[in-house]
């Protein structure tokens, strides 16, 4: 939804003219967003977790006020655990995130664009894209499967 979205915040603001307008630039616009989406999971949650040995998941807080907790799941954008179970900058997801934006730019039209500018407009948006999952992680998704066993929270 978010990439549907996205693409329909670029259509009306004619974002990227080089892919036109109706539904063929539409889906222009859906696609490259899509494939920006593809990028920053396989690098960021994949395949430069397995080789700075860091775990990608996010980690259920559940305990404290709701502030804390926003914090908490916003901040594990740039903080996650390493596979030595300590929190520690989440070098994957920010290099990910970094590296689907400068994947993007081969792929958009070159228009006005500043292409430094496009790579960090496309990882902004990809960070922001985890901050609101894990936002969703911490106050959604736990209410939809009561029948999930409680675990004890995770510490920060």
């Known amino acids: 939804m978010g ?3 996205l693409a329909g915040v670029q259509q009306a603001t004619d974002d990227f003219e ?3 307008q109706g539904a063929q630039g539409y889906a222009k616009r859906f696609s490259a967003a899509y494939a920006d989406a593809i990028a920053a999971t396989y690098i960021g949650s994949a395949i ?7 775990d990608p998941r996010y980690f259920y807080k559940g305990a404290g006020s709701a502030r804390s907790r926003f914090l908490y799941a916003i901040t594990r954008v740039v903080i996650c655990k390493g596979d030595n179970k300590r929190w520690q900058p989440n070098y994957s ?3 990910g995130g970094f590296a689907a934006g400068g994947i993007s730019s081969l792929y958009y039209p070159k228009t006005g664009h500043d292409r430094a500018g496009l790579i960090f407009q496309n ?3 990809r960070f922001g ?5 894990n936002v969703l992680q911490e106050f959604v998704v736990r209410k939809l499967t ?5 675990r004890p929270a995770a510490q920060p």
Do not use: D, M, N, V
């Open 3 to 5: 990439i549907g979205a």
């Open 18 to 20: 080089g892919y036109g």
């Open 48 to 54: 430069l977790p397995s080789l700075l040995k860091q």
């Open 93 to 95: 997801g920010i290099l």
């Open 123 to 125: 990882t902004l948006i």
């Open 129 to 133: 894209e985890s901050a609101f999952e």
């Open 146 to 150: 009561p029948r999930l066993k409680r």
